[in-house]
């Protein structure tokens, strides 16, 4: 079942703009990550943060996680066109063996 | 750097036909997982598998079958493709103890 549903579904923005991303999920959880796809390729690791931490920076992305709200965002800075992609949540709720639970996707268009 | 192969970038068989996705890892990755990717529903964990000739479902299985021989090999097969297999499907690995995957580059699925 799917657990991370990230709002929007999709984000069209200027280059140079900030883009923030949404994620919510259900159960508990050990930690958060952030992918991102694009079009019609594979899923490219972001950033991980533990349900211990609350914010987290990474170049150009700051996540941030609310483990009372069960949600986390995404912030990617200063966009640029070589972002548009989509961008996907997923948490390890297991416990067990790396397996993960993904959302549904936020598509992210950054125009010149 | 990781890197996963998948087979094929493009598939197309008929309705009936087995059909055989295979998914090499390159660093002796202990876990590997089969996602199938539809629009609006995100990935979805069809099997993984934590090590050689070792399987466990995911969230959709129907349909679908595996196999692991050698460690760095992940196959996904269809017994008897029919046209909502239809899809993006998605090879990952992973380190035991780490919940970062590692995605090949997909093969989309057509069946007619």
């Known amino acids: 079942s799917q657990q991370g549903e990230e709002d929007p579904q999709a984000l069209s923005i200027q280059e140079g703009e900030n883009a923030t991303m949404n994620c919510s999920y259900k159960?508990?959880?050990?930690?958060l990550q952030w992918y991102r796809q694009n079009s019609g390729r594979g899923l490219v690791h972001l950033i991980l943060?533990?349900?211990?931490?609350r914010e987290k920076h990474s170049g150009r992305l700051r996540v941030t996680l609310d483990t009372s709200k069960k949600s986390s965002s995404l912030l990617i800075t200063a966009s640029r066109a070589a972002d548009t992609a989509s961008y996907f949540c997923a948490t390890d709720n297991t416990g067990t063996a790396s397996k993960l639970t993904f959302g549904t996707g936020t598509r992210l268009q950054v125009t010149l | 750097d990781v890197k996963v192969t998948q087979s094929s970038r493009y598939l197309v068989k008929r309705t009936g036909e087995k059909v055989f996705l295979e998914c090499v890892q390159d660093m002796d990755h202990e876990n590997m997982f089969w996602y199938r990717q539809d629009p609006g529903l995100g990935l979805r964990l069809i099997y993984f598998?934590?090590?050689?000739?070792?399987?466990e479902k995911g969230d959709i299985p129907e349909g679908y079958s595996v196999s692991r021989e050698k460690k760095e090999r992940f196959s996904l097969i269809l017994e008897s493709a029919s046209t909502n297999q239809t899809s993006m499907y998605l090879c990952?690995?992973?380190?035991?103890?780490?919940?970062?995957?590692?995605f090949g580059p997909g093969t989309r699925l057509t069946v007619l």
């Open positions: 943060i533990r349900s211990n931490e």
């Open positions: 598998s934590y090590d050689v000739k070792m399987k």
């Open positions: 159960t508990s959880i050990n930690n």
């Open positions: 990952a690995s992973s380190w035991t103890g780490s919940d970062t995957q590692y």
